[in-house]
């Protein structure tokens, strides 16, 4: 009996999180048909080291003059004292400037830890295996799955990625960037950010739902525009949510299952803002 639960267990945990990835498949546009080239080199090589940082001019030996006089000694510098008489107190010694943190240090990018070949042991040691779990998270329909877990207790850093071998942790499926996590996704996408704004990222305006039961509607396809191809061949979904005030007619205008573009003035009409971003492969 325990076999067959163990196994049943299993056999859930398997449909969840193919359920899962179905649905992120739905909310992620289709893949993208060719890498970005890579950004063309700054004209003109760095100067060298030897230009950028020149070697002191010697200065020029001048003629020795007869001396007719000896010079007067020169005056040592009185001593720095305070109002009392007593010796003033020697002047702090400057600080070293203190080191800056790692620019682009919450942001996921489809290589390195988070391309497609990357794996859970990849991330402890990129991460520190202190700031890595392994757990369940939520899936579709209130369901659980199993996924890595970047800083599970700090929920501004909280990132979860599922694999498509979970048996050996290996394999990118979906990043995905929900609840208060500041983590950035590629080409600067951010939760918060609002329909305007990711249209313009875009550069056209692009198809999404219709809202649904709670308020949220997802991209179905970003028409061929900027955010349908993403370097290192990953591509990216967005689920929005409606502002919490606004009209309720407003609402009702865009729920159900029509398809509306992002310029639409009846979408807009409710200010969704990013809740939610799945990168996936």
């Not at 969840?16 to 992620?28: E, F, I, V, Y």
């Not at 070697?55 to 020029?60: F, I, L």
């Not at 010694?93 to 070949?117: E, I, L, M, S």
């Not at 990043?175 to 996704?185: H, K, L, T």
Request: hydrophobic letters at 40%; proline letters at 11%.
């Amino acid at each position: 009996m325990k076999k067959r639960a163990a196994s049943q267990r299993a056999a859930n945990q398997s449909a969840a999180r193919m359920g899962l990835a179905a649905a992120a498949l739905l909310m992620l546009p289709e893949f993208a048909a060719a890498q970005f080239p890579p950004p063309p080199p700054p004209a003109g090589s760095a100067p060298a080291v030897r230009d950028r940082w020149p070697e002191t001019q010697r200065p020029q030996a001048e003629p020795i003059q007869p001396q007719t006089q000896k010079p007067a000694p020169a005056r040592r510098p009185q001593a720095q004292t305070n109002p009392d008489g007593s010796p003033a107190a020697k002047p702090a010694p400057k600080q070293a400037a203190q080191p800056r943190p790692p620019a682009g240090a919450n942001v996921v990018a489809c290589t390195g830890v988070f391309a497609k070949d990357s794996t859970h042991l990849k991330i402890a040691i990129k991460y520190d295996s202190r700031n890595v779990a392994y757990g369940p998270v939520d899936g579709p329909d209130g369901s659980k799955i199993s996924a890595t877990i970047l800083f599970p207790n700090d929920p501004k850093r909280r990132l979860e990625v599922l694999w498509n071998n979970e048996g050996s942790r290996a394999d990118t499926s979906v990043i995905a960037i929900n609840g208060r996590s500041q983590w950035v996704a590629p080409k600067g996408l951010k939760l918060g950010t609002p329909l305007a704004a990711l249209e313009k990222s875009n550069g056209k305006p692009f198809k999404l739902t219709g809202l649904a039961a709670d308020g949220t509607a997802s991209v179905v396809s970003w028409d061929g525009g900027g955010l349908s191809s993403l370097p290192g061949g990953c591509k990216v979904g967005m689920r929005l949510a409606a502002d919490a005030k606004a009209p309720e007619d407003a609402r009702k205008a865009v729920a159900g299952g029509k398809e509306f573009l992002s310029s639409d003035a009846a979408i807009r009409a409710v200010r969704p803002t990013v809740v939610e971003i799945l990168i996936g492969y």
